[in-house]
């Protein structure tokens, strides 16, 4: 699993914030439903949790290690959705071979909000990669809110899909105005195959006068062909200060001598890198 002790944590998290009678009726039916192995139970308990667990604006999460608990945050999950996340952890934990095709068959027939809460915490569940087809389904989906929670501060997509699918998530995070930033591994998850469709891209950005998000530029850092080194030419010599920037980090942290000689007459830039008050993470920043 991603996270270290991931059932106790759920199991922290609903202790604090769900009612002992509550607690006690889940932990029943999870027995019922791995010992009699009941599909109905299993439908009707992820069901009825709706009715069962209240949403509380006063979420507790001191009990809890601090990497889960900042997951929890950026995701701005809820105690109902990790209420059922408990469950489906619990009986997969308890028998994977027989209840994997039937948490399948519940994130198949989810609702919208559903499906968000099945994305951004799908890297709770034993073997997440089994769930791979859910996540790349999400791909091709024009809601938005359902993207996003694939694309955003999620770990999942770094870490399972290939590089064809990763590059479509972050090409189209990039098309619909996403939040470049928001997503998780770029750096690692970076392609040669990425970087030349940026630069593609860029140049019919640049030729119907369109701007570019700065944070569209960092995969290409590893990948300065020739072409690319033109493009950060453009960068560096255009009259915008955060083009300026994008330019200058892609070469700083690039392993080509070309594109660091390119910053040779870009001191400033430089020395603000190197001073740390310039990076990927401060880019936009006036």
């Known amino acids: 699993m991603y996270f270290k002790d991931t059932i106790s944590q759920l199991e922290n998290i609903i202790k604090a914030n769900v009612a002992s009678d509550t607690k006690n009726w889940i932990d029943g039916k999870i027995v019922t ?12 308990t992820y069901s009825l949790i709706a009715s069962k667990v209240t949403i509380n604006d006063n979420f507790d999460t001191s009990e809890l290690h601090q990497d889960f608990k900042d997951y929890i945050e950026i995701q701005n999950g809820n105690i109902r959705q990790l209420t059922r996340m408990y469950l489906l952890v619990n009986i997969l ?17 989810a609702d919208t909000g559903e499906l968000e809460t099945f994305l951004k915490f799908l890297i709770l569940l034993p073997n997440a990669e089994k769930y791979k087809m859910v996540a790349v389904d999400a791909l091709r989906t024009n809601i938005s809110t359902v993207f996003n929670a ?7 997509p770094g870490i399972y ?75 560096l010599s ?49």
């Open 33 to 44: 439903i791995v010992n009699e192995k009941s599909t109905k139970d299993l439908y009707l």
């Open 161 to 235: 899909f290939d590089d064809q699918q990763w590059n479509q998530m972050f090409l189209k995070t990039a098309f619909m105005q996403g939040d470049l930033s928001a997503i998780s591994d770029i750096d690692k998850r970076a392609n040669k195959d990425l970087a030349r469709i940026i630069s593609d891209y860029a140049h019919e950005r640049w030729a119907a006068g369109r701007d570019i998000d700065p944070d569209f530029w960092r995969p290409v850092t590893k990948f300065l062909s020739a072409e690319l080194l033109e493009d950060m030419k453009r960068l």
């Open 238 to 286: 255009s009259e915008s200060k955060i083009e300026n920037r994008a330019g200058a980090l892609c070469c700083y942290h690039s392993d080509n001598q070309d594109a660091k000689n390119l910053l040779n007459g870009h001191q400033n830039l430089i020395q603000q890198i190197e001073n740390a008050a310039l990076s990927w993470e401060t880019i936009k920043e006036e």
């Open 150 to 156: 694939l694309a955003y501060n999620n770990p999942y």
């Open 93 to 109: 934990n308890a028998d994977e071979d027989f209840f994997s095709s039937k948490v399948a068959n519940i994130i198949e027939v």
